[in-house]
């Protein structure tokens, strides 16, 4: 795909602070990146430093206290309400309705946009991230690697031009984590998507094509040699 074909979410100049209590804390100041469709990005630094916050940002979910977030298709701003149609999202916690099976957590969003194959584009997703043996399993039966797949499926099921995960290996064993980074890596690969990923994990985050830190309010990018040297930090 020509890159004058891409889709970009530009930040320009963007500060964010939230309330705590009697006072304002203020995240970061005058950040300015690109993400581009079908380069991967991880975002690595302390708790508390905005990287959740700032996923949250370029997704759109949240506006910035100054600054701006545009959304660009050949290279011409649209809406950010198309962005979050152009988005899939991976938490940490995986978020399945406990009543539901991997089928029909996976469907569901289709079925919610009146999608008349919802149950046959699910089924193939589930194939895709491995859980094939699994539809009609429900998230307590399924171990956190096997929920993890199933919640990626979600995200993925409308080919969204963008993946944001926060924290998506956090609460897996390294085995299941290699797995899950395997299948988001791959799916996003095939598909032309975007990976953005919020981690700790310094393997995950060297997979990554740009890699981000925050350190002390400052937020800037990693160089291979500097992440081997700062790995144990993340």
């Given amino acids: 795909m020509p890159r004058s074909a891409l889709s970009t979410i530009a930040l320009t100049n963007v500060s ?3 309330n705590h209590h009697t006072h304002q804390v203020q995240l970061f100041q005058q950040l300015s990146l ?22 949250m940002l370029m997704a759109g979910l949240e506006q910035p206290t100054t600054g701006q977030v545009a959304y660009l298709q050949h290279w011409r701003s649209v809406p950010l309400a198309q962005l979050r149609q152009d988005i899939g999202f991976v938490f940490q916690q995986f978020h399945l309705l406990p009543e539901l099976t991997a089928l029909h957590n996976v469907a569901l969003p289709l079925k919610l ?4 194959n919802a149950e046959a584009t699910a089924s193939a997703w589930l194939e895709k991230v ?8 429900k998230p307590q039966q399924l171990s956190g690697g096997e929920q993890q797949r199933a919640a990626i499926a979600r995200a ?18 390294s085995k299941s984590a290699a797995d899950v980074a395997d299948i988001l890596f791959a799916c996003c690969q095939q598909n032309g998507a975007a990976l953005v990923m919020v981690t700790h994990n310094p393997q995950l985050a060297a997979r990554a094509q740009q890699v981000f830190t ?12 500097q992440m081997e040297v700062q790995g144990a930090s993340y």
């Fill in 16 to 18: 964010h602070t939230f």
């Fill in 156 to 173: 993925l099921v409308f080919e969204p031009k963008f993946i944001f995960a926060d924290e998506p290996t956090g609460n897996l064993d």
């Fill in 113 to 116: 946009r009146g999608e008349k």
């Fill in 34 to 55: 690109c993400i581009e469709q079908g380069q991967s990005y991880a975002i690595t630094g302390p708790s508390g430093s905005g990287k959740s916050s700032l996923l």
């Fill in 214 to 225: 925050f350190n002390n309010g400052n937020f800037a990018l990693l160089e291979k040699a």
């Fill in 130 to 137: 491995g859980l094939g043996h699994r539809f009609h399993h």
